[in-house]
């Protein structure tokens, strides 16, 4: 699968255009390679170029395409006109791309300035203008091949598009992820199968499970329990099964819903995910308490914002006048005096809050790069930086997550934000990896919760992950895109972001892609931690504090 | 004090700087009224020039603090240092502008605490008194003092921003990106090159600056147009210049910078093909 990730993802191809043609065209529009020997065209949000054309030649589509943009020329109302009318569209761009160019001349490369024919220009100040000469029927040059084309058709679909997404997200469910359908067998997950034999096998398994805990076998025990949620009233499911064996569908209506980013369509998807926060099934047996065997607590303790005179420092603002005595004395006595003689006013008031996002999806069952599996790695972290945060007195949460499918989406809650420490070790040793991993639906979720129950000012998510974003309908290039987007989200609402890959041996491109510019560190055993999470969380929480306007 | 980037600068000829509005009417208006200034603008678009160059104007020492999160009070008032069995008072760079009559400049005072830029409400106003309790000392501001800080608007932060009451005490200056006439002109100026190829740098500049939502966290600043400008002028081609000084500086993400270097290629490599 890593392979697979490393040759999708690399944009050899005229991808790489897109930032030149967003800054041409003054909005976020994408390059896309078109059908070969076809004239460039776009849609308004990306731009077809042929991808076996020379770099002058799609240069040159881009310039004119992009400055059609820019200038207005494509704009409803104007391409309106134009539907299933090829030769005035021909005439039309013939005259109004000259004229974009011209008008776009001060932004254009100054190679390819050439382009521009003022004297056709000139003909035209405005689209209405150029689309009242092209239905005219004055004498017009067709345009050079490399203007490509308009298309109309596609322009106006993609723009009304948008405007029904708007109104009526439901529409948008399309193609993929058509077992949601609820009562479709599903091959993948059910032990017994499919069909209804499967199902009884699981629902009988399922109860023999249940037994540890809520009552007598055969009794009123319930197959689903239900919590009501803290979030918003919601109702959240719970299913015992084991993590692996997550069923899709069936439980509409309930969790939260999430969008979801589109890289290929460059768009989100609204309310595409589900989530449910599903209660965590205790193992029985003793539960040590957790420490904090990393020393991460001297490294995070950095991370708040009050002061606090702290006497004998080697540098502060005042003089501590009983060190310096002490200090004299010895000189007189003919030791060597102590140096720290200074207060130092330094930060001591706790003022953080932090999730940390676990994966538990099935890669992380895998052999890690030095022993022992990669979940059991994240998990001693996890449990490192939960502690350690809790004895400094921040408020932390940890979440696991895994997902079968967009409507499964399953947040663990391992410790919430108001729990203790008490049974930490306990719902920690209970996980069990299993599934895949929708890590931006995670992501979104696990800012939420913490948004809405951090209750400090600096906030932190943090996600421990191999890096592999793939699900149903989530493979790498597309996962990896909306989890970078998603941590995007996140700290454009002022919370900081860090990605953690402990014992995975993830390659570190791969990780740069799913995190993004986002703080991130890759070690391969917890010990390792101490030394990278100072600077990350340093990091992480500037890249919260500064952000562009 | 070795964390504090103090200077204090008298030049031989005045540095350069081009005016691009009205902003050297006010601030010496300012000046002979013993405002305070504060100069807005995103970085790299020439406030510390132009502090150097009223500097100059006025004939007045320049004292510059490089404020960070831990700068306190201390930091720029001063403080008593041991030497041998002795105490001894060390004044910090606002007192000896004080005393001086220089003008402090606070480079980025928004990252400085709180707490230490309330030190700079009574210098700030009317009072125009520096307030040194270890010494148990109330200075008056020498003429000439003149308080100027910078602070840079885009960058938007949770915790910090400007208190109220301190940005009430200041003559506000905003600053941009200058025109791009007079942007090729600086870069031309400053790096040493031709006007042809500043022009191009300025173009290609100016295109990063009409991106949107594309990863970036900071535009291309006049700044990194002249130290590629500058690169040029050490022989480099346009394009290997703009790699390493701009699209190098701006982003560590691999799909950002092979999306500049296009840019960079289209916009820089142009003549050469």
């Known amino acids: ?549 | 004090m070795s964390r504090i980037g103090a200077a204090s600068a008298t030049r031989a000829s005045r540095p350069y700087y081009v005016s691009v509005g009205n902003e050297e009417h006010v601030f010496k208006a300012a000046f002979r009224q013993g405002l305070s200034v504060v100069l807005k603008g995103p970085t790299g678009c020439g406030k510390t020039r132009f502090v150097e160059a009223m500097a100059y104007d006025l004939g007045r020492p320049l004292i510059t603090v490089a404020c960070h999160d831990d700068l306190t009070t201390a930091d720029l008032v001063g403080r008593f240092l041991l030497r041998g069995g002795e105490t001894e008072w060390v004044d910090g760079p606002l007192t000896r502008a004080v005393r001086e009559g220089a003008i402090c400049y606070l480079d980025e005072v928004v990252e400085a605490r709180q707490d230490t830029t309330v030190v700079l409400h009574p210098l700030a106003d009317h009072r125009r008194q520096l307030p040194i309790e270890r010494l148990g000392l109330t200075l008056d501001a020498a003429p000439g003092f003149c308080l100027v800080v910078s602070y840079n608007p885009g960058y938007q932060s949770v915790l910090k921003d400007l208190k109220d009451s301190t940005r009430q005490r200041m003559v506000a200056i905003e600053f941009g990106f200058s025109p791009a006439p007079v942007e090729e002109k600086i870069v031309a100026h400053e790096a040493g090159i031709d006007p042809d190829a500043a022009a191009a740098l300025v173009r290609f500049g100016q295109a990063i600056r009409r991106l949107d939502t594309s990863g970036l966290r900071e535009v291309a600043s006049t700044r990194v147009l002249i130290a590629a400008g500058r690169l040029i002028a050490e022989g480099l081609s346009p394009g290997e210049a703009a790699r390493a000084a701009v699209a190098g500086a701006l982003t560590d993400d691999p799909t950002v910078t092979s999306g500049l270097v296009e840019m960079i290629d289209a916009y820089l490599a142009g003549p050469s093909t």
């Open chain 1, 1 to 549: 699968m890593r392979d697979r990730v490393r040759t999708t993802v690399a944009g050899d191809g005229v991808e790489r255009l897109g930032l030149l043609a967003s800054a041409l065209s003054g909005r976020a529009v994408q390059v896309a390679p078109g059908e070969p020997g076809e004239p460039a065209w776009t849609d308004g949000r990306r731009i077809f170029v042929a991808a076996d054309g020379s770099a002058r030649e799609q240069l040159e589509a881009l310039a004119v395409q992009t400055s059609l943009l820019a200038s207005g020329s494509l704009e409803p109302d104007v391409v309106r006109k134009l539907t299933r009318r090829r030769a005035a569209a021909r005439r039309y761009l013939a005259v109004e791309g000259h004229r974009a160019l011209a008008a776009n001349e001060h932004l254009l490369p100054p190679s390819l300035r050439s382009l521009i024919d003022c004297d056709v220009a000139a003909h035209s100040d405005s689209p209405a203008a150029s689309l009242a000469a092209a239905l005219s029927r004055e004498a017009i040059a067709d345009p050079p091949d490399h203007f490509g084309a308009i298309r109309a058709r596609h322009l106006l679909a993609s723009s009304e598009h948008a405007l029904r997404r708007q109104r009526d997200p439901v529409l948008v469910e399309l193609e993929e992820d058509e077992n949601d359908a609820g009562t479709t067998a599903d091959f993948f997950s059910s032990p017994g199968g499919g069909g209804a034999f499967g199902r009884l096998l699981q629902r009988m398994l399922r109860m023999v499970r249940h037994l540890d805990g809520s009552g007598p076998p055969g009794g009123d025990a319930p197959t689903h329990r239900t919590r009501s949620g803290t979030r918003g009233g919601r109702n959240v499911a719970l299913s015992t099964r084991l993590a692996g064996i997550l069923e899709d569908g069936g439980i509409e209506g309930r969790g939260t819903k999430y969008p979801e980013w589109d890289v290929h369509r460059q768009l989100y998807r609204q309310d595409w995910c589900t989530v449910q926060e599903v209660e965590p099934r205790l193992v029985a047996g003793s539960s040590p308490s957790v420490s904090d065997p990393y020393g991460l607590r001297r490294s995070l303790a950095r991370f708040g914002t009050g002061l606090d005179a702290r006497h004998r420092q080697v540098h502060g603002d005042d003089i501590d006048i009983d060190a310096a005595v002490e200090a004299r004395v010895a000189v007189m006595a003919g030791a060597a005096p102590d140096e720290a003689v200074y207060v130092d006013s330094v930060r001591r008031r706790r003022d953080l809050a932090v999730l940390l996002l676990l994966d538990i999806s099935g890669s992380v069952a895998e052999p890690g790069a030095t022993g022992g599996t990669v979940h059991e790695h994240q998990r001693a972290a996890a449990a490192a930086l939960t502690v350690a945060l809790h004895d400094l007195g921040d408020r932390v949460a940890l979440y696991a997550f895994h997902s079968q499918g967009r409507s499964a989406v399953h947040l663990v809650p391992v410790k919430r934000f108001d729990d203790d420490l008490g049974s930490l070790a306990g719902r920690l040793r209970s996980l069990v990896p299993g599934a895949y991993s929708r890590l931006g639906a995670a992501i979104r979720h696990g800012a939420a919760v913490l948004e809405e129950r951090g209750g400090t000012s600096r906030r932190l998510l943090v996600v421990l992950s191999d890096g592999l974003a793939y699900d149903h309908g989530y493979e790498p290039v597309y996962g990896a895109a909306d989890a970078r987007r998603a941590l995007a989200e996140v700290r454009r609402r002022g919370a900081g972001c860090l990605c953690l890959s402990v014992g995975a041996g993830t390659d570190a491109e791969v990780l740069r892609r799913v995190f993004g510019s986002a703080a991130h560190a890759a070690v391969s055993r917890p010990e390792q931690l101490r030394q990278v999470i100072g600077p990350l969380f340093r990091a992480a929480l500037r890249s919260a504090e500064v952000r562009r306007r």
